[in-house]
């Protein structure tokens, strides 16, 4: 049998404020979410006249304010959009990343501190959003798909995670695959990557999120290309032109909806919110079991 160890005072009050902090914590993160909802299918007087948060549908739930944003053509062409650049930059960073940081932890490599140091400067230091601007016009990236995905390729954030998580395998594993005939890439992805799953998952997770939600290089790079949009582009555009119901009507290509559009101007910019970060929110739950694992290991050095 294990030995019981008996809490003391000290440990209890810690654990009780720990816990209390925690829940603290939680609820912060809730209620602004559970407002949003609650608000965006609550009748739009009663949100106007709230002046609380708004923990349940206030009058007769309705789901007007998301027929208006459903209506709104673009919408979906964002969705495809920003799909597409999520799933290239996953593969594109994903595979930048395992191949530097498996570079960048070789022994054998003489200048992988070097390499790092090169790497970790530009993390500090870098030209900033003028010069790399210039940089993306000057290779003819403007209004193409590529200028939102090249720029990000690769964060060194991630590299210098994948770097020290790949240097806590031990080195027999890949002595006894060269050993067995194996080559740099199948050493590289068939055993070090599927030991690392749990950080590349993580890493993976990072890049989906920020993807998911980046705009500000698509108002940029793509000045004229409103059909390469990723959908928080449109999103955008939703919230700005909220307060003008005749704005919101149009893009719908539904007249009739001026009307409903002013009554439910401030219930669009809550179901917008909700529409843009449903389908992330729904993914992140998955890919949770990885994140505490993923982090211990890519952050410390065993």
């Known amino acids: 049998m294990g030995m019981v160890v008996k809490k003391s005072v000290g440990d209890w009050i810690f654990d009780i404020i720990n816990f209390c902090f925690m829940c603290l914590i ?6 602004p979410l559970i407002h949003v909802i609650m608000a965006s299918i609550s009748n739009p007087a009663a949100v106007d006249k709230a002046t609380n948060f708004i923990l349940h549908p206030l009058g007769t739930p309705s789901i007007a304010a998301y027929k208006i944003i459903m209506n709104y053509k673009n919408i979906w062409i964002g969705y495809k959009n920003t799909i597409f650049y999520l799933v290239v930059q996953i593969l594109v960073t994903g595979v930048l990343t395992v191949i530097a940081g498996y570079i960048a932890s070789r022994k054998r490599f003489r200048y992988r501190n070097v390499l790092m140091m090169f790497l970790s400067f ?13 940089v993306v016009r000057t290779l003819g990236l403007l209004d193409t798909r590529a200028a939102l995905i090249i720029p990000q ?3 060194v954030f991630y590299i210098i995670i994948m770097r020290t998580a790949i240097q806590g395998i031990p080195d027999s594993l890949e002595e006894s ?7 740099e890439l199948t050493v590289m992805f068939r055993i070090i990557l599927p030991l690392c799953k749990a950080t590349f998952a993580v890493i993976i997770l990072f890049v989906a999120v920020a993807k998911w939600n980046e705009w500000f290089p698509a108002l940029l790079y793509l000045t004229t290309a409103r059909d390469k949009y990723p959908l928080q582009m449109f999103m955008r555009e939703i919230l700005i032109t909220a307060s003008n119901s005749s704005d919101i009507a149009q893009s719908a290509n539904a007249a009739d909806l001026q009307e409903s559009s002013q009554m439910y101007r401030t219930l669009v910019k809550y179901a917008s919110i909700v529409v843009s970060t449903l389908p992330i929110l729904c993914v992140y739950p998955f890919a949770q079991k990885y994140f505490v694992t993923g982090v211990m290991v890519g952050s410390v050095k065993g």
Do not use: Q, Y
């Open 153 to 155: 390729a690769m964060g």
């Open 122 to 134: 530009t993390m500090m230091f870098n030209g900033g959003m003028i010069p790399t601007f210039i």
């Open 26 to 31: 939680a609820v912060i993160c809730v209620v």
């Open 177 to 183: 695959a060269r050993i067995d005939g194996a080559g």
